[in-house]
């Protein structure tokens, strides 16, 4: 859970600071490198390093996030030079990777939510050279919605959460990573973290309860929040809390839910 905050806070702290720099100063150093960016990526920094979604193309239809201009590479930016990863034939649908220790063994790697050559979408581990280890099963159609990396697990086991076409299916999964394997070891299905078209990908939060570290997701309908939580067997709804008005914003702070701006208890 440190770890999680000291990564939002690097990404807070380093956003803040460009926002200081005019958008033709951060466009003209992505010229001078090289850099073809997404046109609405959000690059991410952890431990020095930025990461940023580049080489936008439409030859993917599904338009999820609203339109149909997603990525082809992520480009990583460090003191020692520029490195790309390729992700050809498929493309990466959303505007940022995930940069987490997903291991457990002090050293982040990159999550990539991909989908094309045929199929939908699934979700794929590269280490921090950029070599591919790992990847989930690939959806026949639709979306994933990759959302963090926590110690989840009923054991306190390291585990990625998404929600599998949260439009359509509505299911909450997580996967372990064993042996270069990314596994599925639960999921549950009635909630979404996105409605289609939105650009909003920050519909979640993460949060320890009684010593349990819970997932904090919308139901289906928009107009509840419900913690889910790991356990020996799956997943469970551990509470859920109906709002007065439909979720717009979820966020965790010092261990507290904001719920639309405003502070909340289950």
């Not at 939105?198 to 939060?205: C, E, Q």
């Amino acid at each position: 859970m440190a770890r999680i905050l000291f990564l939002l806070l690097g990404v807070l702290f380093t956003l803040g600071c460009l926002s200081n720099t005019s958008t033709t100063d951060i466009e003209d150093r992505y010229i001078r490198l090289g850099i073809n960016p997404l046109p609405d990526a959000t690059a991410v920094f952890d431990d020095g390093v930025e990461y940023i979604l580049t080489d936008p193309t439409d030859e993917y239809k599904h338009g999820v996030l609203g339109d149909a201009i997603e990525a082809r590479s992520l480009t990583i930016i460090e003191e020692e030079g520029v490195r790309k990863i390729d992700f050809t034939p498929q493309v990466f649908e959303g505007l940022f990777p995930l940069v987490d220790d997903l291991d457990g063994d002090g050293e982040s790697e990159i999550i990539a939510t991909l989908s094309g050559n045929g199929s939908g979408a699934q979700l794929v581990v590269f280490d921090k050279t950029g070599k591919r280890i790992a990847a989930s099963d690939q959806l026949s159609s639709g979306w994933r919605h990759a959302l963090a990396v926590a110690p989840f697990g009923p054991k306190g086991e390291l585990e990625l959460a998404d929600v599998a076409m949260p439009h359509v299916r509505r299911e909450v999964e997580f996967f372990q990573l064993r042996n270069s394997e990314l596994i599925k070891v639960a999921s549950i299905k009635g909630y979404s973290t996105h409605r289609s078209g939105s650009r909003n990908l920050g519909l979640f939060g993460v949060f320890e309860e009684d010593g349990r570290v819970l997932l904090l997701v919308p139901t289906a309908d928009f107009n509840s929040i419900a913690a889910i939580g790991r356990t020996d067997w799956g997943a469970e709804e551990v509470w859920r809390k109906q709002m007065g008005e439909p979720l717009q914003d979820i966020s965790v702070e010092a261990g507290k839910i904001f719920v639309n701006g405003e502070e909340t208890n289950n």
